[in-house]
């Protein structure tokens, strides 16, 4: 009789870094997505599990660690010996933690495979996020038990250059006991940073004197940073500057096209609320698209014309389902009114015979397409696929040019299900600092759905005729960019935003008070 081994298991203690998902190892990654049991301490930041959850198997395990540092390495043992790829998630680095050292041992004492996946350390990450840096002789470690710290130790570092430890908020006190007792001048700069690395980091500073009252209100994990290089935050702070740091920026669009901007949004410090106010859906009646797909295999159009990223997708499904594919679009020249839709055409393969250099709207496309010549255009017939409230006009001005049209709804646009009550109200009451309308349909269907934003928040749009919905509907337009793309308009905000704090600071500080700019720019100078 032969007997069927269990397929052996292993186990990874690995580093999370100091919370900013962007800074997990890539190995760190790879651990983790193929895991089957994920242990994680509960000072790991949840949106940096959230990122995990979403790429991990379907059916990883996620449980947060308890008890001893045996109990833990037992829960790791067990699942190594059934087969199982099981990791221990600890902020920071591994071996920054006393408790996760003696996990380690423990397992090393077994059979069982295992590795250590080394991470940023909190202190040492979350001190250059602050934009203080370490120069000299330099001390920075993740403290679990402040009792054990060698504060004499300590006040040497600081004399000779910095100091990044990282803490709990509650241990502050100890640690400003512990320093003047060992004799740091009571007037040494410090800096204490929560949220390190994350969305709503905020860094106060103050001295040794003070530090403890200056971080009032702070919870859980925070940097403490000492010395000289405290004294560099004031140039050399990058994170918490970034033009759209803190500001709460409302996304309204399909929830396929609203990862995109956010993602944009994140990398100039913003907070991005996605709220889909339209979902995208197929023809009612597929006849009309079926009869243009025949018509582009069979030559009929000399033009397509694509007027968003939608139309693109549904075209190309359509193709799907016929088994064609770009080739079939031999001898057909393709227009498309935006970058951001003519880069949907070129994933595909092709390349657009016209994209407009100047204003990327309907009256852009027509001012650059060529009127109908019956010599040179030998087919005069130009295919539309658009969304089923698309406007007149670019069919219109296609037809005064000689051109015959063929409009055809490729999709359907429909109204998407309110967002949550406390989305609703804070759209209403000046809870969020900013919202980008991408289309006039996104300004129709979240007034519709939420309400009309409050006068406070900075509205911007796409292009024109998304300012000129907005208008109707009583919005003011603060921002709209040169181009009708998303980088461009995220852009824009981002420009808006700087030349807003530049406004500020340059006011007296009773005119700051007074003034009615809102947002997080204007909070920070209050």
């Known amino acids: 009789m032969t007997r069927t081994r269990k397929p052996a298991g292993r186990i990874a203690f690995v580093g999370a870094g100091p919370g900013d998902p962007g800074l997990l190892t890539r190995r760190a990654h790879d651990a983790l997505v193929d895991a089957d049991q994920v242990i994680?301490?509960?000072?790991?930041?949840?949106?940096?599990?959230?990122?995990?959850?979403?790429?991990?198997?379907?059916?990883?395990?996620?449980?947060?660690?308890?008890?001893?540092?045996?109990?833990?390495?037992?829960v790791l043992i067990s699942a190594a010996r059934s087969g199982q790829h099981a990791v221990h998630l600890v902020a920071g680095d591994p071996f920054g933690h006393d408790a996760v050292i003696k996990e380690v041992q423990a397992v090393a004492r077994t059979a069982a495979h295992f590795e250590v996946v080394p991470g940023v350390s909190q202190a040492e990450g979350v001190s250059t996020y602050a934009g203080v840096p370490l120069p000299g002789l330099r001390t920075?470690?993740?403290?679990?038990?402040?009792?054990?710290?060698?504060?004499?130790?300590?006040a040497t570092a600081i004399a000779r250059g910095s100091l990044a430890l990282a803490v709990d908020a509650g241990d502050l006190a100890a640690v400003r006991d512990g320093l003047l007792a060992a004799g740091v001048?009571?007037?040494?700069?410090?800096?204490?940073?929560?949220?390190?690395?994350?969305?709503?980091?905020?860094?106060?500073?103050?001295?040794?004197?003070?530090?403890?009252?200056?971080?009032?209100?702070?919870?859980?994990?925070?940097?403490?940073?000492?010395?000289?290089?405290?004294?560099?935050?004031?140039?050399?702070?990058?994170?918490?500057?970034?033009?759209?740091?803190?500001?709460?920026?409302?996304?309204p669009r399909t929830k396929e096209q609203a990862g995109v901007?956010?993602?944009?949004?994140?990398?100039?410090?913003?907070?991005?609320?996605?709220?889909p106010t339209i979902a995208v859906e197929p023809p009612r009646t597929p006849a009309q698209m079926e009869r243009a797909v025949?018509?582009?295999?069979?030559?009929?159009?000399?033009?397509?014309?694509?007027?968003?990223?939608?139309?693109?997708?549904?075209?190309?499904?359509?193709?799907?389902?016929?088994?064609?594919?770009?080739?079939?679009?031999?001898?057909?020249?393709?227009?498309?009114?935006g970058e951001a839709t003519a880069d949907a055409v070129r994933a595909f393969g092709i390349q657009?015979?016209?994209?407009?250099?100047?204003?990327?709207?309907?009256?852009?496309?027509?001012?650059?397409?060529?009127?109908?010549?019956?010599?040179?255009?030998?087919?005069?017939?130009?295919?539309?696929?658009?969304?089923?409230?698309?406007?007149?006009?670019?069919a219109a001005g296609l037809i005064e040019r000689g051109w015959e049209v063929d409009d055809v709804t490729a999709y359907r646009t429909v109204r998407a299900a309110p967002p949550p009550a406390e989305i609703r109200d804070a759209i209403k009451s000046g809870g969020f600092d900013a919202v980008l309308f991408t289309s006039s349909s996104t300004v129709?269907?979240?007034?519709?759905?939420?309400?009309?934003?409050?006068?406070?928040?900075?509205?911007?749009?796409?292009?024109?005729?998304?300012?000129?919905?907005?208008?109707?509907?009583?919005?003011?337009?603060?921002?709209?960019?040169?181009?009708?793309?998303?980088?461009?308009?995220?852009?824009?905000?981002?420009t808006y935003a700087v030349e807003?704090?530049?406004?500020?600071?340059?006011?007296?500080?009773?005119?700051?008070?007074?003034?009615?700019?809102?947002?997080?720019?204007?909070?920070r100078f209050r």
């Open 185 to 251: 001048d009571g007037t040494t700069a410090v800096g204490v940073t929560g949220d390190g690395t994350g969305e709503t980091q905020y860094t106060t500073t103050s001295t040794v004197d003070s530090f403890v009252a200056a971080a009032l209100g702070f919870t859980g994990r925070v940097v403490l940073t000492l010395g000289v290089g405290v004294t560099h935050r004031d140039k050399l702070s990058w994170w918490e500057n970034r033009p759209l740091y803190g500001w709460k920026v409302l996304v």
């Open 40 to 74: 994680y301490d509960r000072s790991v930041p949840e949106a940096l599990l959230d990122v995990i959850r979403a790429e991990a198997k379907h059916d990883t395990q996620f449980t947060p660690a308890e008890g001893a540092p045996g109990d833990v390495a037992k």
């Open 294 to 337: 025949k018509g582009l295999v069979d030559g009929r159009y000399a033009w397509v014309v694509f007027t968003s990223v939608n139309a693109v997708r549904a075209v190309w499904e359509k193709f799907g389902e016929h088994g064609l594919d770009a080739r079939h679009f031999g001898g057909v020249k393709i227009a498309c009114i």
């Open 444 to 494: 129709r269907n979240l007034v519709g759905i939420a309400g009309k934003p409050h006068a406070r928040t900075v509205v911007a749009v796409i292009g024109p005729k998304t300012a000129e919905t907005a208008n109707e509907f009583g919005l003011r337009v603060d921002v709209q960019p040169g181009h009708s793309s998303v980088p461009d308009l995220v852009e824009a905000l981002a």
């Open 500 to 523: 807003l704090r530049e406004k500020l600071a340059a006011m007296p500080a009773k005119q700051r008070r007074g003034s009615k700019v809102q947002g997080p720019t204007a909070l």
């Open 140 to 154: 920075a470690a993740d403290v679990d038990d402040v009792s054990a710290l060698d504060f004499e130790a300590l």
């Open 261 to 275: 901007m956010s993602e944009q949004l994140r990398a100039y410090g913003a907070i991005p609320c996605e709220v």
């Open 352 to 394: 657009p015979e016209l994209v407009p250099a100047g204003e990327q709207s309907s009256e852009g496309l027509l001012a650059e397409f060529s009127p109908h010549d019956e010599v040179l255009d030998p087919v005069g017939r130009v295919l539309l696929p658009r969304a089923d409230i698309a406007t007149e006009t670019l």
